[in-house]
Nanobody, 119 residues
Framework: QVQLVESGGGLVQSGGSLRLSCAAS????????MGWYRQAPGKQRDLVAD???????NYADSVKGRFTISRDNAKNTVYLQMDNLKPEDTAVYYC?????????????WGQGTQVTVSS
């Protein structure tokens, strides 16, 4: 069974930083695009950033210049460095990955980690 486990969320003051991590485990052959999404209360889940296996990155306009996504293919892990955080960044952050495993090619989601930015 393939699992994505996130860590690194928490409470931070406006202007502060947090680093999220998401590790994939299981009978994995290849991990393609990995990404981070977020969902604030009463809102839809939106893409924050994603990264291909060859390190091509894509960011939402609202986080460009403040967030950095990276990955370590040897560790099956994706990271999201979040700097200069703002109260509007408060949300549950979800990791997503497209994985080829014993179960075929599927999209997987992590359980979510809460990020709260106080003003």
């Amino acid at each position: 069974q393939v699992q994505l486990v996130e860590s690194g969320g928490g409470l931070v003051q406006s202007g502060g930083s947090l680093r999220l991590s998401c590790a994939a485990s299981g009978s994995i052959f290849t991990i393609y695009t990995m990404g981070w999404y977020r969902q604030a209360p009463g809102k839809q889940r939106d893409l924050v950033a994603d990264i291909t296996r060859t390190d091509i990155t894509n960011y939402a306009d609202s986080v460009k210049g403040r967030f950095t996504i990276s990955r370590d293919n040897a560790k099956n892990t994706v990271y999201l460095q979040m700097d200069n955080l703002k109260p509007e960044d408060t949300a549950v952050y979800y990791c997503n990955a497209r994985i080829w495993s014993d179960y075929g090619l599927r999209n997987y989601w992590g359980q979510g980690t809460q990020v709260t930015v106080s003003s």
